[in-house]
């Protein structure tokens, strides 16, 4: 009887949303958003590819790992052309891409422990902290002199309050942290440094990493943007954007937050029905960009970095679907201002408002693949439905509406629509 179900609910949505829809929508205060990939450096034949390919999916950042233990494998020895990284660093920004470069690791000369944790990806990359303050600075000085050319954007460690990634305790990680933006900030006084990289939020220190979140609060000096991962996971998993935003009011301080590791390689046609896509459950690990994009902009997110573009054959570049959908989202909402999510009574439907150039953008979906809910715009002219693969058409208002129908896979409204 689940379909009986499910038009029961669309039914009386759409009732309640035809006597809210004149209301002003609930919404946070509005910001501008906007989104890229993770990315691994390509092989120099296949850059090409990768850079056009990127331009054609309206992707606006690129995030990369420095590959600091190959570019500064001994001391005073610098190869910034390691397998084409500077090369690939010049093609992304005279493609005009923006670039987050991040600091994650080194090699073991300059590491506290030489024999310590390294990366499973790389094992010249050692986790552990720098272990000589003058030294490690004299290297991030270096680093942003020659690539500050196409970066002013430096993300700072990788998951230190216990993903692994970082080999030490939450005071190790805010004496990384000052050393690195220090030494950042004297060669590039304006530059924006990233820091957190956090995923734990609020929730008991694990082993001996400590507290990290309350710890960071406490020096908002050091850093321009709070980042976090894969905060529309389960709380198994992650902890929710809430976490960083309350640690960031009782500390009394206003940052930006960036979503800057969020998985989104499910397009919604490869989900069975009755499949949810619900933010903080297990739905939150098989978003489409779309949803991941939408749901993170809705919580806080200025900027959200999806995951991947090619760490594996489940990225953006080697399925053309997920470029499609990264295309119309860009087209959609590149340079568009998050203005608020309208409150449909619901948690299974979700409707977001942005704007562009003095026109409104609508972005709508249902969560629950199966429920088809119709909503009621007032709408001056003609409206311009767009689906999430880039398909439009056109509705001619009667009376003054459109009803338009809301489904699992993401849709597009833009037009002289009234709210």
């Avoid at 987050?100 to 790389?122: C, E, M, N, T, Y």
């Avoid at 030294?135 to 270096?142: A, C, D, G, H």
């Avoid at 002219?381 to 693969?389: H, K, M, N, P």
């Amino acid at each position: 009887m689940r379909w009986l179900s499910l038009l029961l609910t669309s039914f009386a949505l759409w009732l309640w949303f035809f006597g809210q829809i004149r209301q002003p929508a609930r919404a946070q205060q509005g910001h501008n958003a906007s989104f890229g990939v993770l990315m691994l450096v390509p092989s120099l034949d296949e850059l090409p590819k990768h850079v056009q390919a990127l331009h054609a999916s309206r992707v606006q950042w690129v995030g990369l790992d420095i590959p600091l233990s190959r570019i500064n494998p001994r001391e005073g020895v610098y190869d910034w052309d390691y397998r084409h990284f500077e090369t690939t660093l010049q093609t992304l920004k005279a493609a005009g891409l923006r670039i987050v470069l991040k600091f994650l690791g080194q090699a073991d000369w300059i590491s506290r422990d030489p024999k310590g944790a390294h990366a499973d990806w790389d094992a010249t990359l050692n986790l552990t902290p720098p272990r000589e303050k003058a030294k490690w600075q004299q290297v991030v000085q270096q680093v942003v002199r020659r690539y500050g050319a196409y970066c002013d954007t430096w993300q700072i460690g990788n998951e230190p309050d216990g993903g692994g990634y970082f080999s030490g305790s939450a005071d190790d990680y805010m004496a990384y942290l000052e050393w690195t933006a220090t030494a950042i900030r004297s060669v590039q006084p304006k530059a924006t440094i990233v820091a957190g990289e956090l995923f734990l939020g609020l929730r008991p220190a694990q082993g001996s990493y400590g507290d990290v979140l309350r710890k960071l609060v406490k020096r908002p000096d050091l850093f321009d943007v709070l980042s976090v991962h894969y905060p529309l996971a389960p709380p198994q998993h992650a902890a929710p954007f809430s976490d960083y935003f309350r640690a960031m009011k009782e500390a009394g301080i206003q940052k930006p937050v960036w979503n800057t590791e969020q998985a989104a390689t499910m397009p919604c046609t490869w989900l069975p029905k009755g499949a949810t896509t619900h933010p903080g459950t297990e739905g939150g690990l098989r978003l489409s960009p779309i949803k991941a994009f939408g749901h993170s902009v809705a919580a806080g997110a200025e900027l959200v970095l999806l995951f991947s573009w090619n760490y594996n054959d489940t990225g953006f570049f080697y399925r053309p679907i997920l470029q499609t959908e990264l295309q119309v989202m860009g087209e959609q909402l590149g340079g568009a201002k998050f203005v608020g999510r309208i409150n449909l009574g619901s948690n299974d439907v979700t409707l977001l408002r942005f704007e562009r150039n003095g026109e409104t953008t609508l972005v709508g979906w249902t969560e629950v693949n199966g429920l088809e809910v119709p909503i009621r715009l007032q709408a001056k002219g003609a409206v311009t439905l767009i689906d999430w693969q880039g398909n439009a058409q056109r509705l001619i208002p009667k009376g003054g509406q459109v009803v338009v129908p809301l489904t699992f896979c993401p849709r597009f409204l833009r037009g002289d629509i009234r709210l």
